[in-house]
């Protein structure tokens, strides 16, 4: 639990440098909303991991597999790699060559979601499946140490002092923490065996490249399609997120115009905003114990879209310190509660043997949304005329999409059919 924790803060720690922090910077810098959201594309590596992640869970990497293991020896790549794209990120300027910023941001986000492939692919393999709610809350409380505490309100506290691209360097060295894990972390026993190592192809031909393309390209998809209610599943996973998509993009560039400062931010989203995830991720992990993950989901997505009307109260509350604590408070607990919940069931759809390229795609859908979707909030917002009371109603709204399709998974797939139907496959 303390590795998936670790794990957990290196995934969470690249977010906020690519998406909130880097809206601000981008902002600040005299970047029109529009500009801002559009600028999110940059991150659709997180939303197409799925397309490399077979390689990630079959390619033996040459020396590192046979010292580390196929999962830890993808994790330290990944990590000292992204270590690199995160200062090189940080010597870049939008005020003077926006397409080093663009390609930079690609790097990161692209070293990031490869990363996460490895992390989460990890996470399913070494718990057992009882261990899956606790793991995930686990896993979700790290992401927010990293991507909340460090990298977003401490990202803010050193840029308000020592600039945006000292910042930068800086929080890439903290990466070293997870390198240092990955090296002291077990390497888990479950999963695929057929890994694939094109230094090993004998002469003879006996071990078959096409065999094991169709294995790690293929097979994980159609062991997926192959199970009741495939398609249903898949609709549900990319529109759940629908309302926080649009929402977690443009909160930064929210926040500046109402007029508060980043430090200002930086305190609300530390000392309430962390606090309020961490609570409500302990409460997401208990309520998947205690209800399931079906209703723990039906819970999170209801609030979900009640505190998205808090943020409306918020725009025309205007630079009020109060309320804008209340609504990162509801907005950081519900979304530890749900994202749990939702962390639990796309592990449980995972089989082991292809738990990092089916856990990728199934994240993937989810990251459609935040990415693609979210890129477009800026203009929807200059639609709007800048209305912003009437933008969070509109997330609202669209947090309410999934619902009805969590309902009928409710009643097609009782939650006992579905844990036996997943413990099977495992």
């Given at each position: ?163 945006w691209n000292a910042t930068y360097q800086i929080l890439a060295g ?108 302990l409460a997401g992990g208990a309520l998947v114990k205690l209800i ?135």
């Amino acid at each position: 639990m303390l590795i998936i924790l670790i794990f957990g803060f290196a995934s969470g720690l690249p977010a906020p440098l690519v998406y909130s922090n880097l809206s601000i910077w981008l902002t600040d810098a005299g970047f029109t909303r529009s500009n801002v959201g559009l600028f999110g594309l940059a991150t659709s590596a997180y939303a197409l991991n799925f397309l490399w992640a077979p390689l990630i869970d079959r390619l033996r990497l040459p020396f590192l597999t046979n010292w580390l293991g196929r999962r830890r020896s993808w994790a330290l790549v990944t990590q000292i790699l992204l270590m690199i794209a995160i200062a090189l990120m940080g010597m870049t300027d939008p005020n003077e060559n926006v397409a080093q910023v663009a390609l930079a941001c690609v790097f990161v986000a692209f070293l990031s979601a490869t990363q996460d492939i490895v992390i989460d692919a990890y996470r399913v393999d070494v718990l057992e499946r009882d261990e899956y709610g606790a793991g995930s809350a686990v896993a979700i409380w790290g992401w927010h140490i990293g991507g909340t505490l460090v990298g977003g309100a401490g990202g803010l506290y050193l840029a308000d002092t020592l600039g945006w691209n000292a910042t930068y360097q800086i929080l890439a060295g903290t990466l070293l923490v997870a390198a240092i894990a990955t090296l002291a972390a077990p390497e888990p026993t479950r999963g695929s065996a057929a890994d694939f190592d094109a230094s090993q192809v004998p002469e003879s031909g006996t071990v078959s490249i096409v065999i094991w393309l169709r294995n790690a390209l293929i097979d994980p998809f159609t062991d997926f399609i192959r199970r009741d209610w495939w398609l249903l599943i898949l609709v549900f996973v990319f529109v759940f997120k629908f309302g926080d998509a649009l929402l977690g993009r443009m909160s930064g560039v929210f926040y500046r115009e109402l007029g508060f400062s980043l430090t200002e931010i930086a305190d609300i989203t530390k000392v309430f905003g962390l606090a309020a995830i961490c609570i409500g991720v302990l409460a997401g992990g208990a309520l998947v114990k205690l209800i399931g993950t079906f209703r723990s989901l039906l819970a999170g997505g209801l609030a979900a879209a009640a505190t998205n009307l808090i943020y409306a109260y918020l725009a025309t509350a205007g630079q009020d310190l109060s309320v804008f604590a209340v609504a990162v408070i509801a907005d950081n607990f519900t979304s530890g509660l749900a994202t749990v919940a939702f962390v639990a069931y796309l592990s449980s759809l995972c089989n082991a043997a292809f738990s990092a390229t089916q856990y990728a795609l199934l994240n993937s859908l989810g990251n459609l949304a935040r990415i693609w979707f979210a890129s477009s909030a800026g203009i929807v917002v200059d639609q709007l005329g800048g209305d912003w009371a009437l933008f969070f109603a509109i997330t609202a709204g669209l947090a309410l999409l999934g619902l009805p399709l969590l309902l009928i998974l409710m009643i097609v797939m009782p939650e006992r059919h579905e844990s036996k139907q997943s413990s099977e496959s495992t």
